[in-house]
């Protein structure tokens, strides 16, 4: 009898925010699996989870290559699947870990389909998304009464940011580290500029925020960024 598949969501980074029932599962299954983008690069995932784990056990880390050259992401998914499939079919119980929730811009998605053609018994466990982790930390509501509120997972691939932001009383930019000084323009021109803030790596010990957008012309823009914006204002 084939093994579990879970998939356990770690949040955005502050290890206090893992659910307990993830925390249950983590010390329950055989086999962790933390993802990482470059090979021996180590997994921002496991670093938050890893104070949890009560005792040693067995991890494997899998590179999800962040990149768009099919021949390059087809070969990695052939290779972590059948790592997981032989790990499941011999009865052992795994977790995939990934940040923020499972269900949302989550690499876990394509693999829970997978294993699900292949009659895997798959159970998901939310956790809490870098953006509601940000809106808290920041103190400031996502959306009020019946405001609407649009999530962008990379504004410089959105061809409908203008239309977007013209209907929506909210935006979330994630990860806007490509074409952030576009994505500033746009918010400029759409009147969301004054009440635009920008927080990155929240809940780590590196976090950063900036209320004024403006003055971080210029430099790198973290990848584990967002931009919350509002045509109400901040605060």
Not at 69 to 75: C, G, H, N
Not at 106 to 115: A, F, H, I, K, P
Not at 183 to 202: H, R, Y
Request: proline share 4%; glycine share 8%; charged share 25%.
């Amino acid at each position: 009898m084939s093994g579990k598949f879970y998939g356990l969501g770690v949040g955005p980074g502050d290890p206090e925010l893992l659910t307990l029932k993830a925390v249950r599962i983590l010390n329950a299954v055989d086999v962790i699996i933390a993802p990482e983008t470059v090979k021996d690069n180590g997994s921002v995932a496991y670093d938050i989870v890893k104070g949890h784990i009560r005792e040693e056990k067995k991890v494997l880390f899998q590179v999800f290559p962040m990149t768009y050259d099919s021949r390059e992401l087809d070969e990695s998914w052939n290779r972590n699947m059948k790592e997981i499939l032989e790990i499941l079919q011999a009865g052992k119980d795994a977790a995939f870990i990934t940040l923020g929730d499972p269900m949302v811009y989550s690499t876990y998605v394509y693999v829970m389909r997978l294993l699900k053609d292949h009659g895997i018994a798959v159970e998901t466990v939310p956790g809490i998304t870098s953006f509601c982790a940000a809106a808290s930390r920041l103190g400031v509501p996502l959306a009020e009464g019946n405001e609407t509120i649009a999530v962008i997972p990379a504004a410089y691939q959105c061809d409908h940011l203008d239309e977007i932001l013209t209907l929506a009383d909210n935006v979330v930019l994630m990860k806007p580290s490509k074409g952030f000084q576009k994505t500033i323009e746009k918010l400029e021109d759409n009147g969301f500029l004054e009440n635009t803030v920008w927080i990155a790596k929240c809940g780590h010990k590196d976090e950063r925020i900036s209320y004024d957008v403006k003055e971080l012309a210029g430099e790198k823009i973290d990848y584990l960024s967002m931009l919350i914006a509002k045509k109400r204002r901040l605060k």
